[in-house]
């Protein structure tokens, strides 16, 4: 059975850091690629950070680039996503991806990052 379990969200100031981690099980974690969306109240799920499975290479959405770090450690089946520099633009329910370009796409449940002073 499939899962990917996000965690690490939670209420931060302006300014702030979180590190976001999500846990995968039930797939063969190091061939898929790992991508964090993001959704706001009342908008649209958006795209944030991906990283290839092969290379390691990562790709930003440019609304976060340079303030988001996305990582993996195959050996823990895990994908994080390092934030800093939070606004409240950021507050949003993050979302965890595995995709394939075969079609795998793979969802978690979401964290809830709320950046507010």
């Known amino acids: 059975q499939v899962q990917l379990v996000e965690s690490g969200g939670g209420l931060v100031q302006p300014g702030g850091s979180l590190r976001l981690s999500c846990a995968a099980s039930?797939?063969?974690?190091?061939?898929?690629?790992m991508s964090w969306y993001r959704q706001a109240p009342g908008k649209e799920r958006k795209w944030v950070a991906r990283?290839?499975?092969?290379?390691?290479?990562?790709v930003y959405a440019d609304s976060v680039k340079g303030r988001f770090t996305i990582s993996r450690d195959n050996a823990k089946n895990t994908v994080y996503l390092q934030m800093n520099s939070l606004t409240p633009e950021d507050t949003a329910v993050y979302y965890c991806?595995?995709?394939?370009?075969?079609?795998?796409?793979?969802w978690g449940q979401g964290t809830q990052v709320t950046v507010s002073s």
């Open positions: 039930g797939f063969t974690f190091s061939t898929l690629g």
């Open positions: 991806n595995a995709y394939s370009l075969s079609g795998v796409n793979y």
């Open positions: 990283i290839i499975p092969t290379s390691g290479n990562t």
